[in-house]
């Protein structure tokens, strides 16, 4: 079994997990409502997508 040799100092293991940062969604608006959503999605609040009415979107 393979056993490290040296320590791995403090500025190598943060390099290598540098990658390993989140990342928040990107969204854009609903040309719709305005509204806040995922892009290729379907509108979570009027329930449309690219002008067409897919469901029936959260009651208010």
């Known amino acids: 079994m393979a ?3 040296h320590k791995t100092s403090k500025s190598k293991r943060d ?3 540098s ?3 989140l ?3 990107s969204l854009s608006t ?3 409502c305005g509204e806040a ?3 290729h999605h379907v509108c979570p609040s009027c329930g ?3 002008g067409k009415q897919i469901t ?3 009651e208010d």
């Open 3 to 5: 056993v490290p040799k």
């Open 15 to 17: 390099m290598r997990r």
């Open 19 to 21: 990658h390993q940062n």
């Open 23 to 25: 990342e928040a969604p």
């Open 30 to 32: 609903c040309p719709e």
């Open 37 to 39: 959503k995922l892009p």
């Open 48 to 50: 449309q997508y690219k």
């Open 56 to 58: 029936e979107g959260k």
